[in-house]
């Protein structure tokens, strides 16, 4: 059975999630070698974040985005591919998504230019609304 055209940008972020983890550990573990900073497991996590530069902390920051709204897309993108509905614009719609999600890191990872990737997650969100949409006009 050949894969559902969805299952490739589904894919492809989450590639992309791991590039911004490799990015996040290649940024963080240096700054906390040239910082010495020591990780105090008693303490809360936000006294270890606040000693970061702030450079460092936006890859993590944008990682952890990468963790909350994707799933409703991977859902979303997944229930599509089961019901047969993951081609046309549907995938289109999923790559959309998913170039809007990689522009959105690189702003945050980089610049973090706060309305530009407000706006980056606004689009991306619609996007994503349009797909779960759609989904629940072919399930329901």
Do not use: C
């Amino acid at each position: 059975m050949p894969a559902s055209p969805i299952l490739a940008p589904v894919i492809a972020l989450v590639l992309w999630s791991f590039v911004m983890w490799a990015w996040l550990y290649a940024t963080r573990i240096p700054a906390i070698t040239r910082l010495k900073i020591v990780y105090d497991p008693r303490r809360p996590s936000s006294d270890f974040e606040n000693v970061l530069p702030p450079e460092v902390r936006w890859k993590a920051d944008n990682y952890n985005h990468l963790m909350e709204q994707p799933t409703i897309f991977y859902a979303t993108a997944l229930a599509l591919a089961l019901i047969g509905q993951g081609g046309g614009l549907n995938a289109w719609l999923a790559w959309a998504y998913v170039g809007l999600r990689v522009i959105h890191s690189l702003v945050q990872a980089t610049r973090n230019a706060i309305m530009v990737r407000f706006s980056i997650f606004m689009v991306s969100s619609v996007v994503l609304l349009v797909m779960a949409i759609r989904a629940a006009m072919a399930v329901f």
